[in-house]
């Protein structure tokens, strides 16, 4: 079972942020937080992943709370290329382990 | 670079056939994981090979197998196919084992049709 919990469906319109959170109340002390995103029908891509600092890449930025407990990604400005099921799992830093997938968030862009 | 490539991108099959996919993954990795994401089931891990061997493989049984070559691509093979194992199948790549990072990165898939 997936060990996050994330809300079914978020709007979003363009050009705006685009805040998904993500709870992971369980989560060890050595896993670390994933982000992929699935566009309809295409394979999952790689968004972002941290420990416990936030962090910042060329699509978006991770922030972790302290307590590691829950999490945000931020598009900090949504397009409609955005529109996706966006993903949050947690997994140790264990080589192979697979990618537990849960039901996710699906995001909507619009104009 | 390039990315994870799989064949074929749609394959359709009638009950009892086999099935093998394919699939080539970014240069330098050598660690190949497959995923099955059935309608509504969400994506579900099958199996990981790594410097050619089988790691670990999930909730599946036998007749879903697989083998990875020297040149680290992998196929998966299934059996015996039934309705049930239509699905869009999903291979992704990392480093291997001895890597710090080994964040998965996927292919596009290949869509198998058992009619």
């Known amino acids: 079972d997936a060990k996050t919990t994330q809300p079914t469906s978020m709007d979003c319109a363009e050009g705006r942020a685009a805040n998904l959170p993500c709870n992971h109340s369980t989560i060890s002390g050595n896993e670390y937080v994933y982000w992929y995103r699935q566009i309809h029908s295409q394979g999952p891509q790689y968004i972002i992943h941290g420990l416990k600092n936030n962090e910042t890449n060329e699509m978006a930025s991770l922030i972790i709370t302290e307590d590691r407990k829950s999490s945000t990604l931020i598009l900090p400005h949504a397009t409609l290329r955005d529109t996706a099921v966006y993903y949050c799992?947690?997994?140790?830093?264990?080589?192979?382990?697979?990618?537990?997938f849960g039901k996710g968030t699906t995001l909507s862009v619009s104009s | 670079e390039a990315g994870v490539t799989q064949s074929p991108t749609h394959l359709i099959k009638t009950r009892g056939q086999q099935a093998t996919l394919r699939c080539s993954p970014i240069?330098?990795?050598?660690?190949v994981y497959w995923y099955q994401q059935a309608l509504g089931l969400g994506l579900q891990f099958l199996l990981w090979?790594?410097?050619?061997?089988?790691?670990n493989r999930g909730n599946f049984p036998p007749r879903f197998s697989g083998r990875q070559f020297p040149n680290y691509s992998s196929e998966l093979n299934v059996n015996a196919l039934e309705l049930e194992d239509s699905a869009l199948y999903l291979c992704?790549?990392?480093?291997?084992?001895?890597?710090?990072?080994?964040?998965?990165?996927f292919g596009p898939g290949t869509r198998l049709t058992v009619l």
């Open positions: 090979y790594d410097e050619g061997e089988e790691r």
């Open positions: 240069s330098g990795h050598t660690s």
């Open positions: 992704a790549s990392s480093l291997g084992v001895l890597a710090v990072y080994n964040e998965q990165f």
């Open positions: 799992i947690v997994r140790p830093p264990v080589p192979g382990t697979a990618l537990i």
